[in-house]
């Protein structure tokens, strides 16, 4: 065959591979609540936002709970933005929740993941503060917290919670770990939790070749919310792959960062939280600040964060929590993150922060977008400086351990900026 059909020929299967993926991400995600939590880790972003009361927040959604967390800071306002409205739902029943609920009844919903008689509580509490559309997905999920069936947890719904609810399967029923892992999360110590890990040989008996196999498919990681985009990062950057990324990332978890505290796993393998181990909107104290009026900060938007931005004008935001959206959106509508970042910039307030998470071990596609900014043609390699130290320091401790990166970035003062917009152009220029 000649060399420009084999091309060809070859073009044509990653097109349809990569055509394919897409279909079945999509498939995955369509009408689905994708995060029953976060898993972004906020312990992070409060060391890297410093808020304040005077402070305006925008954040993906997700699953709600670091909208939550951001707003016990304090800050001015909290806008949750979320294309997908299951997110959004979700959000609003926590908080509807928060309302109606004595902390009693909140943690046993959302810390244990049931609620025996939600059908009643939700009936007579909860749905009369949702909107329409939260009020039209709840109205028919309720079997979500009746804890009862094969899935006893809220946390085993949505399509993470079902990748969680199968790994709890093959944890107790395929490779019978569930002694190991108890052990593991009952660990009082760094160092008792290698013990543990290297007694039960965690490192050969967890990864048999059917889990390996599992986690290189592209059905796998649609479950957990990752595109073929953010996997061809992984496999570009990691060596190994993605499956030796996610077993080196496991393997940090369960050897090198505490678990007493690291409420994401806790309930990624049991399907609840503990009191002592839970996200902060869940410890009681925090519960009776956001029921005493900050949760009335929170706002809630079903729109693309570019939408967003375009239809609130008077919005002016000085912080911004990206999570990992760019990654897949750099490569399939690289002119939508252009204008994203355009809308971001006329939005920001003069000490604005960005703060963003990425499947890769780098970044390389923010600085070279071109923008307008204070007047001139540049690129935002020319207007956000980065506190590197400052990420990677924090990077390294993140209880949630399976993001590439972390990056955290402000605006250059105007003169810094101009400066160097002008020497990159001289540059361009000469050659």
Same mark, same amino acid.
């Given at each position: 065959?000649?060399?420009?059909?084999?091309?060809?020929?070859?073009?044509?299967?990653?097109? @349809?591979?990569? /055509?394919?993926?897409?279909?079945? #991400?999509?498939?995955?995600?369509?009408?689905?609540?994708?995060?029953?939590?976060?898993?972004?880790?906020?312990?992070?972003?409060?060391?890297?936002?410093?808020?304040?009361?005077?402070?305006?927040?925008?954040?993906?959604? $997700?699953?709600?709970?670091?909208?939550?967390?951001?707003?016990?800071?304090?800050?001015?306002?909290?806008?949750?933005?979320?294309?997908?409205?299951?997110?959004?739902?979700?959000?609003?029943?926590? !908080?509807? =929740?928060?309302?109606?609920?004595?902390?009693?009844?909140?943690?046993?919903? #959302?810390?244990?993941?049931?609620?025996?008689?939600?059908?009643?509580?939700?009936?007579?509490?909860?749905?009369?503060?949702?909107?329409?559309?939260?009020?039209?997905?709840?109205?028919? %999920?309720?079997?979500?917290?009746?804890?009862?069936?094969?899935?006893?947890?809220?946390?085993?719904?949505?399509?993470?919670?079902?990748?969680?609810?199968? +790994?709890?399967?093959?944890?107790? *029923? !395929?490779?019978?770990? *569930?002694?190991?892992?108890?052990?593991?999360? =009952?660990?009082?110590?760094?160092?008792?939790?290698?013990?543990?890990?290297?007694?039960?040989?965690?490192?050969?008996?967890?990864?048999?070749?059917?889990?390996?196999?599992?986690?290189?498919?592209?059905?796998?990681?649609?479950?957990?919310?990752?595109?073929?985009?953010?996997?061809?990062? +992984?496999?570009?950057?990691?060596?190994?792959? !993605?499956?030796?990324?996610?077993?080196?990332?496991?393997?940090?978890?369960?050897?090198?960062?505490?678990?007493?505290? @690291?409420?994401?796993?806790?309930?990624?393998?049991?399907?609840?939280? %503990?009191?002592?181990?839970?996200?902060?909107?869940?410890?009681?104290?925090? #519960?009776?600040?956001?029921?005493?009026?900050?949760?009335?900060? +929170? $706002?809630?938007?079903? @729109?693309?964060?570019?939408?967003?931005?375009?239809?609130?004008?008077?919005?002016?935001?000085?912080?911004? +929590?990206?999570?990992?959206?760019?990654?897949?959106?750099?490569?399939?509508?690289?002119?939508?993150?252009?204008?994203?970042?355009?809308?971001?910039?006329?939005?920001?307030?003069?000490?604005?922060?960005?703060?963003?998470?990425?499947?890769?071990?780098?970044?390389?596609?923010?600085?070279?977008?071109?923008?307008?900014?204070? /007047?001139?043609?540049?690129?935002?390699?020319?207007?956000?400086?980065?506190? $590197?130290?400052?990420?990677?320091?924090?990077?390294?401790?993140?209880?949630?351990?399976?993001?590439?990166? #972390?990056?955290?970035?402000?605006?250059? @003062?105007?003169?810094?900026?101009?400066?160097?917009?002008?020497?990159?152009?001289?540059?361009?220029?000469?050659?």
């Amino acid at each position: 065959m000649p060399e420009n059909e084999q091309n060809t020929t070859k073009k044509k299967g990653r097109l @349809n591979s990569d /055509g394919l993926s897409k279909w079945m #991400f999509n498939r995955v995600h369509q009408n689905n609540l994708v995060y029953d939590t976060c898993w972004e880790d906020p312990r992070l972003d409060h060391v890297a936002l410093e808020l304040t009361p005077k402070d305006v927040v925008m954040v993906i959604t $997700s699953a709600g709970c670091n909208a939550l967390d951001y707003a016990l800071k304090g800050p001015k306002h909290v806008h949750a933005v979320d294309m997908n409205p299951r997110q959004n739902a979700l959000l609003e029943l926590k !908080i509807a =929740a928060i309302r109606e609920l004595d902390y009693e009844q909140f943690f046993q919903m #959302f810390g244990r993941g049931s609620l025996p008689d939600f059908k009643t509580v939700y009936k007579e509490k909860l749905s009369q503060h949702l909107s329409d559309s939260a009020r039209s997905y709840w109205d028919s %999920r309720s079997k979500m917290f009746s804890g009862k069936g094969l899935r006893p947890s809220f946390y085993f719904y949505g399509t993470s919670g079902t990748f969680a609810r199968l +790994i709890k399967f093959y944890v107790d *029923r !395929i490779k019978r770990l *569930r002694p190991a892992v108890n052990e593991l999360l =009952a660990a009082k110590s760094v160092e008792e939790q290698k013990e543990i890990y290297d007694r039960h040989k965690l490192s050969k008996t967890l990864w048999t070749p059917m889990l390996k196999f599992a986690m290189r498919r592209d059905m796998t990681l649609a479950l957990l919310g990752v595109p073929r985009a953010q996997r061809q990062q +992984i496999d570009r950057d990691c060596p190994g792959g !993605i499956l030796q990324f996610v077993i080196d990332s496991l393997e940090t978890v369960l050897t090198k960062l505490p678990l007493q505290d @690291n409420y994401f796993w806790h309930v990624y393998l049991t399907g609840q939280y %503990r009191p002592d181990c839970c996200p902060e909107y869940l410890k009681e104290e925090n #519960f009776e600040k956001l029921k005493g009026g900050l949760v009335d900060r +929170i $706002s809630i938007h079903t @729109n693309t964060i570019l939408g967003f931005l375009q239809e609130e004008k008077d919005v002016q935001i000085s912080r911004y +929590i990206l999570l990992d959206h760019m990654d897949w959106l750099a490569d399939v509508r690289a002119d939508i993150l252009a204008e994203e970042w355009q809308e971001m910039l006329d939005r920001a307030a003069p000490e604005t922060r960005f703060l963003w998470r990425s499947a890769g071990l780098s970044v390389e596609f923010i600085d070279p977008i071109s923008v307008k900014y204070q /007047g001139n043609d540049c690129t935002l390699g020319d207007v956000l400086e980065y506190k $590197s130290e400052v990420s990677d320091e924090l990077h390294q401790i993140d209880r949630v351990h399976t993001y590439g990166c #972390f990056y955290i970035a402000h605006l250059k @003062n105007k003169t810094a900026a101009n400066a160097e917009s002008d020497a990159n152009l001289e540059t361009v220029e000469s050659k």
